[in-house]
């Protein structure tokens, strides 16, 4: 047994160190159990995965979405290029050198971000997500520096400043408070460490998308319909957008923004992947885009200061309309602890 945690959960937490309770005090291996100072359960290792989830939550559509999608990053070369690509450029990570790095990745989905820490050398990642994605993750990711956590970002169990990067990338949108969710992430940042913080854009041109108008119903639609539904018109929906982009430029291009359910990836998102893994993939971003409970973008002025008042410095930032935000930022040395 201590062989298996010590594979699915890193050495560190085998030696039962690492996670805390919502109090801050450490909680230390029983078995398979994780427990408090009282003795009571906090979490239990489970498929590889330290899972401090007792009930439904509302991130069940990711949940539905990452077990379902035939397009896995972590097992893809060709999708590992383009998305790899896609965030070093968002990042600049492949910069720097992240060896050595402890990371906490918060949100991780099916792990595609894991792939790419990995991939550019971290030194060991915590990967976090409140949904059932964590497990496919843990079946697809196998990496001795990775250790996978089912946990609510509202309640992270790690003391404070135990990380030298966190990642919170695609995910604090998708939670009730987004504001509250980064500043409890930037909380397990050590001063003097990273914070790589994304957002959807309040800006006219991403508020006019289709999704906003369809997620009244399609948030409400049984998720099996709705996937199925999309799987089958995809390829018809796609082929209308590439038409009317050939026809209209840019004029045609904005109408399907506006109007398509199917969301197109960008030929920087999809060179080089066959028909087949571009279609799962556009699938699997098309349902993401239509059924979170929560979608919450943030005007670019608020992320700034949102980051900024954390205490960090923001050293990359991406804040053009017509793209989402995001920022790596880091924490100064005498940086006040926020709640
Ligand atoms: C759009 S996905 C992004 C996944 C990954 N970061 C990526 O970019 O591929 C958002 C993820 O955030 C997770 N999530 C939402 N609310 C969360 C919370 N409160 N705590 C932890 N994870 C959460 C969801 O379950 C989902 O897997």
Redesign the pocket.
Known sequence: MTQLVARACGPEAAQGSGFSDADGNPLSWVGDTLVDQDGRTAAVLRDGVVDFIRSE???AS??YQ?NKTRAV?ARDGQMQRVHFAEMDLRTGFHERDLSGLRCL?????????TSYLLARGIGSVTA????E??FRAARVIDDPRVRFVR????RLPFPASSFDLV?????MM??PHPAA?LARAARMVRPGGLLFA?SYHRSSYFLGSAKYKYRWLTTRLPRPLLWNTLRLAGPVLRWGTVRLTKQFGQKGADFAHRWSPWVIQGPHMTAGLDRRTMLARELQVSF?ALT?R?DLPMYADDFVDLVEGLGFSIERLERRPWFPLWAVARKKEFADEHA
């Open positions: 939550n509302y991130s990711f949940g990452w990053v990745e918060i949100g991780a989905g099916l792990g595609d971000d976090v997500d409140l949904s994605s964590i946990a609510d970002a509202s990642v919170c990338h695609r995910m998708h939670t969710t994304h993401d979170p929560f």
